[in-house]
């Protein structure tokens, strides 16, 4: 790194992960490589392409990590201003309007609204799916919820919690049948999350799966033992 040689630096980092996974003194030295590595590229998009929308993404992002709402939310607006049509922006513009704990109370529909512009943009963007069932969940707008949250999944076979959120919100309006898949993809994901062995008992006993119910509520019941705030079993 001194002499600014990232590629052996990278061959190198390799090299010791591979070797000295679990040494302490290594990981400690691969938190700086690494820092070092993203600071000094950062450092030359910001030198070579100042006012490209990457650029602007990235001092964006650094800013929202930072805290700092206003200037953040300036930067993905003025690349929306520039860029109307890029994609991810109205997604990260929208994420920040339910972060920032200032945006003030039509924070949640203007969110609401740039994740629509998103998925308009980039129909397979899962997380822009995602976070509109969440929306719709909160208002308890079942149908709109479980549309975005299998919308959601279905475009990434991996987003466990949108299959969580999925299953929950059949568990909700008493469709336990159709709740009963996409908990077990949770399931498989998420195999230690006490709450996915939870809903998923619920949706079992529900539909009349009583021994696989009582396995599932076993299985949650010992890995929230140390979780006073566990939601409790139905009466």
């Known amino acids: 790194m001194a002499l600014d040689d990232r590629a052996s630096t990278v061959d190198f980092i390799l090299r010791l992960s591979k070797q000295f996974a679990q040494d302490p003194d290594v990981l400690f030295v691969l938190v700086h490589a690494y820092s070092d590595l993203s600071t000094r590229t950062a450092q030359d998009l910001g030198r070579t392409a100042p006012q490209s929308l990457p650029a602007h993404k990235l001092n964006a992002e650094a800013l929202e990590?930072?805290?700092?709402?206003?200037?953040?939310?300036?930067?993905?607006?003025?690349?929306?201003?520039?860029?109307?049509?890029?994609?991810?922006?109205?997604?990260?513009?929208?994420?920040?309007?339910?972060?920032?704990?200032?945006?003030?109370?039509?924070?949640?529909?203007?969110?609401?609204?740039e994740f629509q512009k998103e998925i308009q943009i980039d129909a397979r963007n899962a997380g822009a799916y995602y976070i509109l069932g969440e929306l719709a969940r909160r208002d308890e707008k079942w149908d709109e919820a479980i549309s975005g949250f299998s919308r959601a999944a279905t475009l990434d076979s991996n987003f466990a919690e949108a299959y969580l959120s999925w299953g929950s919100s059949l568990v909700a309006v008493k469709k336990y049948e159709e709740a009963i898949p996409p908990l077990r993809v949770a399931e498989r994901l998420m195999p230690g999350n006490p709450a996915v062995h939870f809903t998923l008992a619920t949706a079992l006993e529900r539909s009349g799966n009583k021994e696989e119910a009582e396995k599932e509520f076993a299985i949650h019941r010992r890995l929230s033992a140390a979780a006073p705030t566990a939601p409790q079993e139905p009466q």
Not at 70 to 90: C, M, R, S, V
Not at 91 to 100: D, I, P, T
């Open 65 to 113: 990590m930072q805290g700092k709402w206003e200037p953040a939310q300036l930067e993905y607006e003025g690349i929306i201003e520039k860029e109307p049509n890029a994609p991810g922006i109205h997604f990260l513009l929208g994420r920040l309007l339910l972060s920032r704990p200032d945006a003030g109370p039509d924070a949640m529909e203007r969110a609401k609204q």
